[in-house]
């Protein structure tokens, strides 16, 4: 069974930026795709971006193109999400997601991904 457990996560200016981390533990993480997500007050769960298992791929999703960065440390189990030039639109709970990754696909559906950490809550206001 798999463990994610997500950190970072806390109130920053408009401008300013956090770096968002997810460990994962209990089966070989250098297996899985891992996606981030984020969830604002009212809305739906949304795609952020992904990093495949292989760390060959990336994607984001428009509105953070350019922003965020997406990496992953396989020896540490671990993804991260760098996040700059934070918006107030960006205010949400993130998520960290696995699935197992498969060569030439990136997962970006919610409804793809098996595993989820519990989030962290990422709020951007002066």
């Known amino acids: 069974q798999v463990q994610l457990i997500e950190s970072g996560g806390g109130l920053v200016q408009p401008g300013g930026s956090l770096r968002l981390s997810c460990a994962f533990s209990?089966?070989?993480?250098?297996?899985?795709?891992m996606g981030w997500f984020r969830q604002a007050p009212g809305k739906e769960r949304e795609f952020v971006s992904v990093i495949a298992w292989n760390l060959r791929n990336t994607y984001y999703a428009d509105s953070v193109k350019g922003r965020f960065a997406v990496s992953r440390d396989n020896a540490r189990n671990t993804v991260y999400l760098q996040m700059n030039s934070l918006k107030p639109d960006d205010t949400a709970v993130y998520y960290c997601?696995?699935?197992?990754?498969?060569?030439?696909?990136?997962?970006?559906?919610?409804?793809?991904?098996?595993?989820w950490g519990q989030g962290t809550q990422v709020t951007v206001s002066s």
């Open positions: 997601a696995a699935v197992l990754g498969r060569v030439g696909v990136l997962q970006v559906l919610r409804s793809e991904y098996l595993y």
């Open positions: 209990g089966l070989e993480f250098s297996t899985y795709t």
